[in-house]
């Protein structure tokens, strides 16, 4: 196993380092309330909170190929700790527990080395998007809802979304007034300052401001609560004592706790990457998480896990490199040593506010807009991982997420792009169909591609595609299996009933364009009598011939079929550019670029580039379109340009004149369809512009009368 020590430090740049160090002291100051917190939920004093964010944090930071995310003490791994420690009948905070808990994690850590040993970083990839999306929101929420009892003057929630809810609707029958109101100004301050000036470090500003309040001020005669005073010192190093649990025990509950770690902690080390555009190693990663949690066990603390919440923070206050999270446990080295009595001054609500604002940040509510506009199946994944987390806790919404990630995998695969192929006229390369009006379809051959592995859930779809479109004049069928790259024995078995069925009918059946290994896997599965047979060939061109048809291929219809010269090639693959690239939408792109070059109207003047935009070469339709739009526009083209309407019109017109002997010239067979589409477009400008429209019949009319 090949590591890379301070990866994230190499090649240090020394622009970052001011923002690396305030970050880091940021970092720390944010971790003294969060860490004390989540060691009192897993079962240990307070202060190993801070112990748990000085030597793991910086082992961490040694080891990890990710130059922003931290490490530290964290509500899930805490949270199962503590449940561990109920189930087994332990007393939170007694010396048991404190015997207990390095124990679990240890062994935490060996599981993440041995994870590390098998490779098993690389199923982070097998999680999309959405569950990621899901799971960082679905985590965040959590941690904010188990922090808004602390802005009513209250405690910390532990557990799901119902044991949240209690807790806060408890809360909010013993509000503390001036504990909510210091902590929802501190938390508007932070909001609105994080609009203005997103780099101005106001969460140290916010800080001082709160040791200062506390001193000057008796905040604690209104309720107002701060940290607990903490003894000075740094942890003592020693090994666990593996006589307190079980060895059943520990191997079982540190297992779950393990996977918690790896389950979290990369996917949201990847949701950082894949939104700052890096990439991270994973199995170096859980080395990283194994090696901080060795540290965290051999000082008594509690599991460490990745702090979605301190990786926000960092991110707002741009921290670059690893030396955030070294600084951060250095600085912490400093407090525990001397500065131990300034946490005493510490109010809980401000200090909650941080936290609160950091995570509001981290959120991806935001995917799930954009998801639910683009596909309702990966909306779908998004909610799933985040209810499951929210509800069922960390793990069961990666599971959740993770298992709606696969069906909707299969799914798709199940439902996979294919269409029909042809040629364009005088044209060797093969075409959707559908993509182009002049595609033709090779007389007496089905030529089908189909765009997706074959296997038991859409061999279905392939064959009733195919069925469907024999005719009574089919001599062929040929499968462009240029995108399977798999089979399984279902599929192959379905290919074989086909072949048969087809072969009785008189009917060839080729499998071409598709990868060497295909045929071995083929063979393997039974198929190898195509490939005897000559059914397997390495070209639709190659297949045809075997049929004993040459290029130029016989089209349906009797459409003529010669070569053409490579200018026409040129503008024959330029028809409908719009309409091919935009789809359904291609109106609404013109209106869109139209818009654009308005703009640019107004600052070069060129009327010239107002004709065709930055689409130089647009076919005759989709510029005769372009057009009609800027007619519409004609009263502020006008404007901006100081031309007058009739100036425009015969501009216009002598353009669209030109358009229309340049499709007779070189498409005349589109001439009609041509003639049509201008007769609608016209009836849609006299409905929207009726004044416009005059002015063009006018001049159309008065072309007339030139000629």
């Given at each position: 196993?090949?590591?890379?020590?301070?990866?994230t430090?190499?090649?240090?740049?020394?622009?970052?380092?001011?923002?690396?160090?305030?970050?880091?002291?940021?970092?720390?100051?944010?971790?003294?309330p969060?860490s004390?917190?989540?060691?009192?939920?897993?079962?240990l004093?307070a202060?190993y909170?801070?112990?748990?964010?000085v030597?793991?944090?910086i082992?961490?930071g040694?080891?990890?190929t990710?130059?922003?995310?931290?490490?530290?003490?964290?509500a899930a791994?805490?949270?199962?700790?503590?449940?561990?420690l109920?189930e087994?009948?332990?007393?939170?905070?007694?010396?048991?527990?404190?015997?207990?808990?390095?124990?679990?994690?240890?062994?935490?850590?060996?599981?993440?080395?041995?994870?590390?040993?098998?490779?098993?970083?690389?199923?982070?990839?097998?999680?999309?998007?959405?569950?990621?999306?899901?799971?960082?929101t679905?985590?965040?929420?959590?941690i904010?809802?188990?922090?808004?009892?602390?802005?009513m003057?209250?405690t910390?929630?532990?557990g799901e979304?119902?044991?949240?809810a209690?807790?806060?609707?408890a809360?909010?029958?013993?509000?503390?007034?001036p504990?909510?109101?210091?902590?929802?100004v501190?938390?508007?301050?932070?909001?609105?300052m994080?609009?203005?000036?997103?780099?101005?470090?106001?969460?140290?500003?916010?800080?001082?401001a709160?040791?200062?309040?506390?001193?000057?001020v008796?905040i604690?005669?209104w309720?107002?609560?701060t940290?607990?005073?903490?003894?000075p010192?740094l942890p003592v190093?020693?090994?666990?004592?593996?006589?307190a649990i079980?060895?059943?025990?520990a191997?079982i509950y540190s297992?779950?706790?393990?996977?918690?770690?790896m389950?979290?902690?990369?996917?949201?080390?990847?949701?950082f990457a894949?939104?700052?555009g890096y990439?991270v190693?994973?199995n170096?990663?859980?080395?990283?998480?194994s090696?901080g949690?060795?540290a965290a066990?051999?000082t008594?603390?509690?599991?460490i896990n990745?702090?979605?919440?301190?990786t926000?923070i960092?991110e707002q206050?741009?921290?670059?490199?690893?030396?955030t999270?070294?600084?951060?446990?250095?600085s912490?080295?400093?407090?525990?040593?001397?500065?131990t009595?300034l946490?005493a001054?510490?109010?809980?609500?401000m200090?909650?506010?941080?936290?609160?604002?950091s995570?509001?940040?981290?959120?991806?509510?935001d995917?799930a807009?954009?998801?639910?506009?683009?596909?309702k199946?990966?909306?779908?994944?998004?909610?799933?991982?985040f209810?499951g987390?929210?509800?069922?806790?960390?793990?069961?919404?990666?599971?959740?997420?993770?298992?709606?990630?696969?069906?909707?995998?299969?799914?798709?695969?199940?439902?996979?792009?294919r269409?029909?192929?042809?040629?364009?006229?005088?044209?060797?390369?093969?075409?959707?169909?559908?993509?182009?009006?002049?595609?033709?379809?090779?007389e007496?051959?089905?030529?089908?591609?189909?765009?997706?592995?074959?296997f038991?859930?859409?061999?279905?779809?392939?064959?009733?595609?195919?069925?469907?479109?024999?005719?009574?004049?089919?001599?062929?069928?040929?499968?462009?299996a240029?995108?399977?790259?798999?089979?399984?024995?279902?599929?192959?078995?379905?290919l074989?009933?086909?072949?048969?069925?087809l072969k009785?009918?008189?009917?060839?059946?080729?499998?071409?364009?598709?990868?060497?290994?295909?045929n071995?896997?083929?063979?393997?599965l039974?198929?190898?009598?195509?490939i005897e047979?000559?059914r397997?060939?390495?070209?639709?061109?190659?297949?045809l011939?075997?049929?004993?048809?040459?290029?130029?291929?016989?089209?349906k219809?009797?459409v003529?079929?010669?070569?053409?010269s490579p200018f026409r090639k040129?503008?024959?693959?330029?028809v409908q550019?719009?309409?091919?690239?935009?789809?359904?939408?291609?109106?609404?792109?013109?209106?869109?670029?139209?818009?654009?070059?308005?703009?640019?109207?107004?600052?070069?003047?060129d009327?010239?580039?107002?004709?065709?935009?930055?689409?130089?070469?647009m076919?005759?339709?989709?510029?005769?379109?372009?057009?009609?739009?800027?007619?519409?526009?004609?009263?502020e083209?006008?404007?901006?340009?100081?031309?007058?309407?009739?100036e425009?019109?015969?501009?216009?017109?002598?353009?669209r004149k030109?358009?229309?002997?340049?499709m007779?010239k070189?498409?005349?067979?589109?001439?009609?369809m041509?003639?049509?589409?201008?007769r609608?477009?016209?009836?849609?400008?006299e409905?929207k512009?009726?004044?416009?429209?005059?002015?063009?019949?006018k001049?159309r009319?008065?072309?007339?009368?030139?000629?």
């Amino acid at each position: 196993m090949h590591l890379e020590l301070a990866k994230t430090l190499r090649n240090y740049d020394r622009k970052n380092l001011s923002k690396d160090i305030l970050t880091g002291l940021i970092i720390m100051a944010v971790s003294i309330p969060i860490s004390m917190g989540y060691a009192q939920i897993a079962g240990l004093p307070a202060v190993y909170g801070l112990y748990g964010s000085v030597f793991p944090i910086i082992l961490f930071g040694l080891f990890s190929t990710s130059p922003q995310f931290i490490f530290g003490v964290d509500a899930a791994p805490a949270a199962l700790v503590g449940a561990a420690l109920v189930e087994m009948g332990i007393q939170s905070g007694s010396k048991q527990a404190m015997a207990v808990v390095p124990v679990l994690t240890f062994f935490v850590a060996v599981w993440l080395f041995v994870f590390a040993f098998l490779k098993a970083g690389k199923l982070v990839n097998y999680i999309s998007a959405p569950v990621m999306g899901g799971f960082i929101t679905g985590i965040c929420t959590t941690i904010i809802l188990m922090q808004v009892p602390k802005l009513m003057g209250g405690t910390a929630g532990t557990g799901e979304l119902s044991e949240l809810a209690e807790h806060i609707w408890a809360t909010l029958g013993q509000i503390n007034l001036p504990s909510l109101i210091l902590g929802l100004v501190s938390l508007v301050i932070l909001l609105v300052m994080k609009k203005i000036l997103p780099k101005f470090p106001m969460v140290v500003v916010l800080m001082a401001a709160g040791v200062l309040l506390s001193y000057f001020v008796p905040i604690s005669n209104w309720g107002i609560r701060t940290l607990d005073a903490v003894e000075p010192g740094l942890p003592v190093w020693s090994i666990p004592d593996f006589s307190a649990i079980g060895l059943k025990e520990a191997v079982i509950y540190s297992l779950s706790i393990a996977v918690v770690i790896m389950a979290e902690t990369l996917l949201g080390e990847n949701s950082f990457a894949q939104k700052n555009g890096y990439r991270v190693n994973a199995n170096q990663e859980l080395v990283a998480f194994s090696m901080g949690n060795l540290a965290a066990a051999l000082t008594g603390c509690c599991p460490i896990n990745g702090s979605v919440s301190r990786t926000a923070i960092s991110e707002q206050y741009q921290g670059k490199t690893q030396l955030t999270g070294i600084v951060a446990g250095i600085s912490m080295i400093l407090v525990l040593l001397g500065a131990t009595g300034l946490i005493a001054y510490l109010p809980v609500p401000m200090l909650t506010a941080i936290v609160i604002s950091s995570l509001l940040g981290a959120t991806e509510f935001d995917l799930a807009v954009r998801l639910r506009k683009i596909s309702k199946k990966e909306c779908l994944i998004y909610w799933g991982a985040f209810w499951g987390v929210l509800t069922l806790g960390t793990i069961n919404g990666v599971l959740i997420g993770i298992i709606l990630s696969f069906a909707e995998m299969i799914i798709r695969t199940a439902k996979p792009a294919r269409c029909f192929l042809g040629v364009q006229p005088g044209h060797r390369h093969f075409e959707d169909l559908t993509e182009s009006l002049h595609n033709c379809e090779i007389e007496g051959v089905v030529i089908y591609r189909f765009s997706s592995s074959l296997f038991f859930a859409n061999i279905d779809i392939l064959q009733q595609d195919i069925e469907n479109a024999i005719g009574s004049d089919t001599k062929a069928v040929i499968l462009d299996a240029s995108g399977i790259g798999s089979i399984d024995v279902t599929a192959a078995d379905r290919l074989a009933i086909l072949y048969r069925s087809l072969k009785s009918r008189g009917i060839r059946f080729y499998i071409t364009e598709h990868i060497a290994e295909l045929n071995e896997q083929m063979r393997a599965l039974g198929l190898g009598f195509m490939i005897e047979e000559g059914r397997v060939r390495r070209t639709i061109h190659v297949a045809l011939k075997d049929m004993g048809i040459h290029y130029p291929y016989p089209l349906k219809g009797n459409v003529d079929n010669t070569e053409r010269s490579p200018f026409r090639k040129r503008v024959d693959n330029s028809v409908q550019e719009f309409v091919w690239a935009f789809g359904s939408d291609s109106e609404a792109e013109i209106e869109k670029q139209i818009r654009l070059q308005i703009e640019q109207l107004k600052e070069n003047g060129d009327m010239q580039e107002l004709l065709h935009g930055q689409w130089n070469h647009m076919d005759e339709l989709d510029a005769d379109a372009w057009i009609e739009h800027l007619e519409e526009h004609m009263k502020e083209i006008v404007k901006i340009s100081g031309q007058d309407e009739q100036e425009l019109t015969v501009r216009f017109e002598k353009h669209r004149k030109k358009l229309r002997e340049q499709m007779l010239k070189e498409h005349p067979e589109l001439v009609a369809m041509f003639e049509e589409r201008r007769r609608l477009l016209d009836e849609q400008l006299e409905r929207k512009w009726p004044d416009v429209y005059a002015l063009v019949l006018k001049q159309r009319e008065k072309d007339s009368r030139l000629k």
